[in-house]
């Protein structure tokens, strides 16, 4: 199909360039998926230290000798099939560490470095770049946040703005003494605009000045509208619910696959998905338990429900399970599951780091995945569980509620469940949930049908494609 749409992204984060969570896998996703319905997707990102190495490759297309204190350039070429423009701004962005933090922490200058990005995505949308005008600005999270309330207060050139949350925990706040530095005016610096608790947030102020608003699920669109969920945002987003909606993340097929893995397997023949589990079990350590082999893959935080698992990890073991968790984050975290691998050994398994190649070898050999997340605005790993006949067990909150049907019995009756569902979030409700999965496990034939049901779902992006292009078509009309 002919490209005739154009649409900017405008993001921290993009698979495979740079990433610390599914922020970069949807924003890296999302060109393919969108360019077979039509619109062309290209991608602002900053040219941090580890991606300044591709500049040498790319065609210099812009710049701006005060760029928030610095000279910023952008770049534009075709990195890993996607088409990219880099903004190199080295007083920003060329520094040791990861996106937002280096060694000793989060960067002080967040705020600015992000405004910068922000800015230039509103530039290229208002100005067009040699001859490339999009019709629409899609801004992700805190990051990009700015970016719409630039094209409202700085002209917008007749583009259309929508901007993503993918996780409402993260605001991007600053003081508001710096609002002209951030090039925002001053006389709209009021609770209906972008005054926020005495300070700016670039998410609310992007909330308030974006065409249209989206989350990652349409579960969490409702809930991010309620006061345990919103984080103090959630009466500006009901202020805007008539523009507000969800559309849930799909998973790259390609990538995450069965029948792709070196012990492949599918639907038709499970025979692989044994074979997969005794060799992570052997890579691990773990001496194959009786019960299920339940794996964790995740950015150990408190929004991922990991401290329940001390509670509950004890009788799971002495039933016959076995745990293996792969994964990094808060260090008193990182000790609690450091203590249950000594209490357990054999029986639990964590690996600390971030591992691409062997989080597929997770999916492929467990039994079961568990999700028991506090808040999750979509949740990738439930959805590769699904791909894998990994059955999830996931709280009842924001995209797992919508994405896994509950083991009850009426849903293995009717022949549709996915997994098992836990409500609340709380040790009591995962025990439960734990008790529920070993005795799903025991019987192998309904556990066969769930997997199978699990393995048949569409967790693909061409459905949600559809629907961001329907909204960017419903703007741009
Ligand atoms: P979040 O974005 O909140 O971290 P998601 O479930 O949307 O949660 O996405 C997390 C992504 O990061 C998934 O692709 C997951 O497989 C991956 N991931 C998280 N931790 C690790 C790890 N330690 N090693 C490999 N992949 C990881
Ligand atoms: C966030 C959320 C996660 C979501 C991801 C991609 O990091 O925590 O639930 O899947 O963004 O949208």
Request: glycine share 12%; hydrophobic share 45%.
């Amino acid at each position: 199909m002919a490209n005739e749409r154009r649409v900017l992204s405008v993001a921290s984060e993009c698979v495979p360039l740079i990433k610390t969570g599914g922020l970069a896998d949807v924003v890296g996703a999302l060109p393919a998926a969108l360019a077979a319905v039509g619109w062309e997707m290209r991608v602002l990102l900053p040219a941090y230290r580890s991606l300044r190495a591709h500049l040498t490759d790319m065609a210099e297309v812009w710049s701006d000798q005060d760029l928030f204190g610095g000279q910023g350039t952008v770049y534009f070429g075709v990195l890993h099939g996607l088409e990219v423009y880099l903004l190199d701004a080295p007083h920003l962005y060329d520094r040791p560490g990861g996106p937002y933090a280096g060694p000793d922490g989060d960067w002080a200058d967040n705020a600015m470095r992000f405004a910068a990005l922000s800015w230039v995505g509103a530039a290229i949308a208002r100005d067009g770049i040699q001859g490339w005008k999009p019709e629409v600005l899609h801004a992700h999270d805190w990051q990009a946040g700015f970016a719409p309330a630039y094209l409202t207060y700085s002209g917008s050139g007749g583009a259309c703005s929508v901007l993503t949350i993918h996780n409402i925990a993260f605001q991007g706040w600053a003081p508001a003494s710096m609002i002209e530095n951030l090039r925002l005016p001053s006389e709209q610096f009021y609770p209906g605009a972008l005054e926020y608790y005495g300070g700016i947030s670039s998410l609310k102020a992007g909330l308030v000045t974006a065409d249209r608003i989206t989350t990652v699920s349409p579960n969490y669109a409702a809930e991010l509208m309620r006061v345990e969920f919103g984080m103090g945002l959630q009466g500006v987003i009901a202020a805007r619910a008539e523009v507000v909606s969800g559309i849930l993340n799909g998973v790259d097929e390609a990538v995450w696959s069965p029948q792709e893995e070196p012990i492949s397997y599918s639907v038709q023949s499970m025979k692989g998905k044994a074979a997969n589990r005794e060799a992570l079990c052997e890579e691990l350590g773990l001496s194959a338990p009786h019960g299920p082999l339940a794996i964790l893959v995740s950015r150990l935080t408190d929004q991922k429900g990991i401290d329940l698992l001390a509670g509950v990890i004890p009788e799971f073991v002495a039933s016959g399970g076995a745990l293996a968790v792969l994964g990094s984050g808060d260090p008193s975290l990182e000790a609690a599951l450091r203590g249950l691998v000594a209490a357990y050994p054999g029986k639990v398994s964590v690996t600390i780091g971030y591992d691409e190649a062997l989080s597929h070898r997770f999916f492929a050999g467990g039994d079961a995945v568990l999700v028991p997340s506090r808040f999750e605005p979509c949740g990738l790993t439930q959805m590769y569980g699904l791909r894998y006949g990994t059955v999830p067990v996931v709280s009842a909150v924001g995209g797992l509620a919508d994405t896994v049907i509950h083991a009850s019995p009426a849903a293995m009756a009717a022949g549709v469940a996915t997994g098992i569902v836990f409500h609340p979030v709380d040790a009591i409700a995962l025990g439960q949930a734990l008790r529920a999965l070993t005795q799903l496990y025991s019987n192998p034939k309904e556990w066969a049908k769930v997997q199978k049901n699990a393995m048949r779902q569409d967790v693909g992006w061409a459905g949600s494609a559809l629907a961001y292009a329907q909204l960017y078509e419903g703007l741009v009309k």
